[in-house]
T-cell receptor, first 111, second 110 residues
Framework: GQQLNQSPQSMFIQEGEDVSMNCTSS?????WLWYKQDPGEGPVLLIA?????ELTSNGRLTAQFGITRKDSFLNISASIPSDVGIYFC???????????FGGGTRLMVKP | DAGITQSPRHKVTETGTPVTLRCHQT?????MYWYRQDPGHGLRLIHY???????DKGEVSDGYSVSRSKTEDFLLTLESATSSQTSVYFC?????????FGPGTRLTVT
């Protein structure tokens, strides 16, 4: 099946630092989504991207839909302790509204 | 937050017993999904529904069945639970590609 490679798998950063993570695929996707999951809870949708090259922000979060349609990036500026969690990318190629998920990036922030 | 609830939130059961997990939505979304989340495997699709009585298999459907008799409810059944089905189960809903997740059910099969 389709695979999404998400990196890095984990990050331990200092509060105030900027964070970057990305997802790559061997297949083209028409939609990219980014989710955050807090411990013991379900993933929460952060940003949805629908056009190649699209750059979308949500507060301190910025995500980009790669021009090749095979990758996406998420940046978090000026990290704070509540940014701690697991971030997942997900892609869709329009097949029955299915999503393929990346393996997640675990973010830890040191105050 | 989307109106999605899952019940039970936690369950411990014995191998060989049947188990049914319930997902309930108040958003009138057409699509509903069941995922399982395991360390090292991320989120994997078990079954999904694209309308009342319309369901299809996902990536890891063996040992699971589903039913959707009305828009708001999507049931996941383990006919005879096995230890490999110990996991956290998430329901999700959508009307397009944006899926919204429930709080999860932690199932332990002993």
């Amino acid at each position: 099946g389709q695979q999404l490679n998400q990196s890095p798998q984990s990050m331990f950063i200092q509060e105030g630092e900027d964070v970057s993570m990305n997802c790559t695929s061997s297949s083209i996707f028409n939609t990219w989504l980014w989710y955050k999951q807090d411990p013991g809870e379900g993933p929460v949708l952060l940003i949805a991207l629908y056009k190649a090259g699209e750059l979308t922000s949500n507060g301190r979060l910025t995500a980009q839909f790669g021009i090749t349609r095979k990758d996406s990036f998420l940046n978090i500026s000026a990290s704070i302790p509540s940014d701690v969690g697991i971030y997942f990318c997900a892609g869709s190629n329009n097949a029955g509204n299915m999503l393929t998920f990346g393996g997640g990036t675990r973010l830890m922030v040191k105050p | 937050d989307a109106g999605i609830t899952q019940s039970p939130r936690h369950k411990v059961t014995e191998t060989g017993t049947p188990v049914t997990l319930r997902c309930h939505q108040t958003e009138n979304h057409r699509y509903m999904y069941w995922y399982r989340q395991d360390p090292g495997h991320g989120l994997r699709l078990i079954h999904y529904s694209y309308g009342v009585k319309d369901t299809d298999k996902g990536e890891v459907s063996d040992g699971y069945s589903v039913s959707r008799s009305k828009t708001e409810d999507f049931l996941l059944t383990l006919e005879s639970a096995t230890s490999s089905q110990t996991s956290v189960y998430f329901c999700a809903i959508s009307n397009n590609y944006e899926q919204y997740f429930g709080p999860g059910t932690r199932l332990t099969v002993t």
